[in-house]
C-alpha cells in the first residue's frame, strides 16, 4: 500500500480529516524515518487540511522527530522509578561508549541517544526503548550485550544491501 | 487470599487471544447486559457497584454516565484513556498487552450503557506491543460479532477505533485528550461544558481509564452488591497496584481496594532491598504527596489517601529508600512537569520553570538562604492558579516533600552540598 492509501484508510476512522494527522504523521515518519518539511506538506494534502495543523502537532508531540535520527533511537527512561534503580549510571555508560552526549547521533548514524520520560514499564526499571522494543531489568554487561546485538543486526542488514546492491565503486 | 479478578487472564499463556478469554467466561456479560438489562439499567447497576474512575481523580463512572443527556441528536462518543504516562503506572499497558479483549467487553458494555456506536482508545504510541495486541483483539472480535453491527443479534451497533498518543503526558488530562482526538495540539479545554455534555466533535462523550472500563464486564456478571462488598463501601473493588522503585519486587498487584499501604510494599512487594530502609513512598503516581515512612499504615483507596493529604491516583506506588536523596527525587519530579507542561497558562509554564532552577541549585549544593521559602512561594503561586490539574499535581508533590524531609532541604543549602554524594 502506499503512503496515501495508508493514510486514507486511516483517516476512514473519523468524520473529521483534521483527526487523521496524528495517525498520518505516524504513517509517513514509519516511512521516511523523521518528518522533513516536504513530508508535511505531503500530509497536508493527502488530507487536505492546513499545512500548520500538521506543523503544529509534528512539533509539539515528543514521539515525531522533524530532524534525522539514528537507525537505533536509544530512548532510556530517566523518570522516578528508573533513576531510583540506576538509569543514571546506565547513561553515563551509553555516553561513553558511544561517545556522544544525549540528543546526539552517532557519527556513522547508527545511534541516536535520548532521555525520555516515563515509558510505563517500570516493573522492569531501568527500563529502555529502542524502536518499537522495550528492555527492562537493565545494567552495564545487559546493556554492552543489547548494543553488540544491535550493531550485528545493523551489519546483517548493510551485507544483505551490499550484496543485492553494490555501492558505486566498491 | 484474594483471588484475582481483573489480572485473572494475565498469567494465563496466550492470555491475550479471544479464545482463551471465552473460555474463562468472556463476553458473557456483553451477551447478559444485552439481553437482560435496558442501557439506563446498566447504568443504574454501576451507580449501585460505586465504581470509581481508576485514572487519578477516583470520580464515579455511574454518575459520569448518567450526565449523558438522553435522546440527544448527535452521536455519542465513548473515549478509552489508555494514554497512561503517570511516572510509576503500568497498569492499562499490562491490560492490553495480556488481556486485551477484557478492554473491549468493557468497552462495549459501557457503550450500550451510554449509547455510543463508536468508541475511540487513546493509547499512548510508544505502547507498540499493546497498540498490536488491541488491534488483533478489536478484528477478532468483530469476526465474532461482539463489535459491528448488531451487536450478538441485538439492535447495538458498536465499532472501536485505536488512536496512537505521541508522547504527550498531558493527554491523559480529558479534556487535553479530546483536543488531540480532534487533531488539535494537547492543551486543556476551559469547563464547562463538561464532556458528557460537549466533548469529542462538540458531542457528548464519556471518557473512562482503561481499568475502569475492565471492571464494568465483572459488575454486570457478578453484580453490584459483590463489587461493593470488596474493600472500603465509598471506594470499594478489585484494585491495581504498580510497584517499583527501591523495593524487592517490584510489579502488579491485583488486591482490594484500601489495604494498608505498608502491607502492600512490605508484604506483597517484598518490602526494601538488603540492608536498606524505606525513607518514604509515592502512593499515586508522581502527582501523588509522597507519605512518609511512619504513615505507611494508610489505606490504599481514595478517601483514606485522601485525609492523609495525598491521593490515590493512578496507584503508581513508588518506593523510596534511605539511600536517596529526596531533594534529588524532588527535583526529577518538578523537572518531569516542567517538560510535560503543556505552555498553556502562566503559573505552570513560567512557574515550574522557576522551581527546577532553584531545586537544581540546591540538589548541585549551590542553594543560598531564603530558597526554601521561595519554593513555598512558587508552590502558593501555582497551586489552585493553573488552567489544568497538572501544576496542581506539581505543587502538591513539592509541598509534601518541603514538609516531611525539610531537614534534608536545609542540608543540602547549608553544607553547600548533597549529603548522599
Redesign the interface.
Known sequence: MSMREKIEQAAA???????????A??IAQKEHGHLPGPVLEEVADILG?ERI?VY??AT?????HTEPVGKFHLQLC????C???GSGDLLTHLETVLEIKKGDTTADGLFTLST??????????PVM?VG???HGNLDVARLDALLESLRAAAGRAAGVEHASQPMPGE | MFEPVLLKNVEIANGHLLSTYEAGGGYQALRKALSEYTPDEVVELVKQSNLRGRGGAGFPTGMKWSFVPKGADKPKYLCCNADEGEPGTFKDRIIMERDPHQLIEGLAVSGYAIGAETAYVYIRGEYVTAIRRLERAIAEAHEKGYLGRNVLGSDFNFAVHIHCGAGAYICGEETAMLESLEGKRAQPRLKPPFPAVAGLYASPTVINNVETLACVPHIVTRGAAWFRGIGPDKSPGPKLYCVSGQVRKPGLYELPMGIPLKELVEEHAGGPLPGRKIKAVIPGGVSAPVIPEHALEVGMDFDSLSAAGSMLGSAGVIVVDDSTCMVKVATRIIEFFHHESCGKCTPCREGLNWVVKVLRRIEAGEGAPGDLEQLDMLCKGIFGNTFCALGDGAAMGLRAALKHFREEFVVHIEEGRCPFH
Request: proline share 5%.
Open positions: 476512522a473519523y468524520p473529521d480529516q483534521r483527526s487523521a494527522i496524528m495517525p504523521l505516524v487540511v495543523w503544529e502537532l509539539f508531540y515528543t514521539l515525531f530517566d523518570n522516578v522509578s533513576m531510583l534503580c525520555v520520560e516515563c515509558l510505563g514499564a517500570c516493573e522492569m526499571a526503548q518499537d522494543d522495550y
